[in-house]
C-alpha cells in the first residue's frame, strides 16, 4: 500500500485522521454535556399555542447538546461507515459510566468545603443519566441502523433523506424513553425528587421532540458542509454497505 494511496472509509495507515478524532471527540464531549445540563428545563415562548405543547416551548437543557450527537453520528456514519458509527456509540455508552462513577466519587469524598446544595445538584444527574443510558441504547443503535439502511434504499443519493429520516425517528425514541425514565420512573425510585406528573410529561415529550426535530431539520446543510469538506481534505471516500 503507497503512502498516497485512497483510503476507503478507514483510518490512514500512514498517520492520524483528525477529522474521525474530532467527530468522536465531538460527539462524547455533547453525550456527557448532556447528562450534566439536562436537570434544568428550558421554556421558550411560542408565537402562538400548539395543542399539547401549550405557549412556550420547554424541554431539557441538554437537549441542544444532545442534537449534535446525531450531527457527529451521521457524519461517522456517511464518512467512515456503520462500524466506526457504532464503535463511537459504544465508546459513549462507556463514558457515561465513568461519568457516572466519577460523579458518585465525588459526592461521597469528605470536602474541605462545598457550595451549598453541591450533593444536591450533583446527584440529580444521575436520573437524567439513566434516562440517558436507556434511551440511548435504542436510539442511537436505531439511528445508525436506519441510517445505513435508507442509504442502501437511495444507493447512496440523498444524504439529507437519511440524516433527517434516521435522526427523526431515532429522537423520537429517545425522547420517549429518556423522558419516561428521567422524570416519571427514576426520581421516586432513587430518592432524588417525586415522580412528574402526566400531564406535564406528555407535554415535556411533545415539546422536547418538536425542538429535536427543529434541530434535525437545521443541521442537514451543516451535515453536507461538514462531510463535503473532510472529503476533499482527506480523501476519505464512500465507505461500501457492508462498512
Known amino acids: 500500500m503507497t503512502s498516497d494511496e ?25 453525550l456527557v454535556t448532556a447528562q450534566l445540563i439536562s436537570a434544568k428545563l428550558l421554556a421558550f415562548a411560542l408565537p402562538l399555542t400548539i395543542p399539547v405543547v401549550g405557549a412556550a416551548l ?16 451521521d457524519c461517522l456514519s456517511e464518512l467512515y461507515g456503520r462500524r466506526v458509527a457504532r464503535t463511537a456509540v459504544n465508546v459513549g455508552f462507556a463514558m ?12 461521597q469524598s469528605p470536602a474541605a468545603s462545598a457550595p451549598a446544595n453541591f450533593e444536591g445538584v450533583v446527584l440529580s444527574a444521575t436520573p437524567i443519566v ?10 442511537q443503535n436505531w439511528d445508525v441502523f436506519a441510517f445505513h439502511a435508507l442509504r442502501r434504499r437511495t444507493d447512496g443519493a440523498h444524504l439529507w433523506l437519511r440524516n433527517i429520516g434516521s435522526t427523526g425517528t431515532s429522537q423520537l425514541l429517545d425522547t420517549i424513553v429518556f423522558t419516561l425514565v428521567a422524570f416519571v420512573v427514576a426520581p421516586p425510585l432513587l430518592g432524588t425528587g417525586s415522580a412528574m406528573p402526566t400531564g406535564a410529561v406528555v407535554s415535556l415529550i411533545a415539546g422536547q421532540y418538536l425542538a429535536k426535530l427543529l434541530f434535525a431539520l437545521a443541521d ?7 462531510v463535503g469538506y473532510i472529503r476533499d481534505r482527506n480523501d476519505v471516500q ?3 454497505y457492508a462498512d
Not at 478507514?10 to 485522521?17: C, Q
Not at 441542544?64 to 453520528?73: D, E, G, L, R, S
Not at 457515561?96 to 459526592?107: D, G
Open 58 to 73: 420547554v424541554f431539557p437543557g441538554g437537549t441542544f447538546a444532545y442534537a449534535v450527537t446525531y450531527f457527529a453520528t
Open 220 to 226: 442537514t446543510p451543516f451535515v453536507y458542509a461538514a
Open 238 to 240: 464512500p465507505p461500501s
Open 130 to 139: 439513566l434516562g440517558s443510558l436507556l434511551g440511548y441504547l435504542v436510539s
Open 6 to 30: 485512497t483510503r476507503v472509509g478507514t483510518l490512514d495507515t500512514t498517520g492520524v485522521d483528525t477529522s474521525l478524532i474530532a467527530l468522536v471527540g465531538l460527539f462524547v464531549t455533547a
Open 96 to 107: 457515561n459510566f465513568v461519568l457516572l462513577a466519577l460523579v458518585w466519587v465525588t459526592v
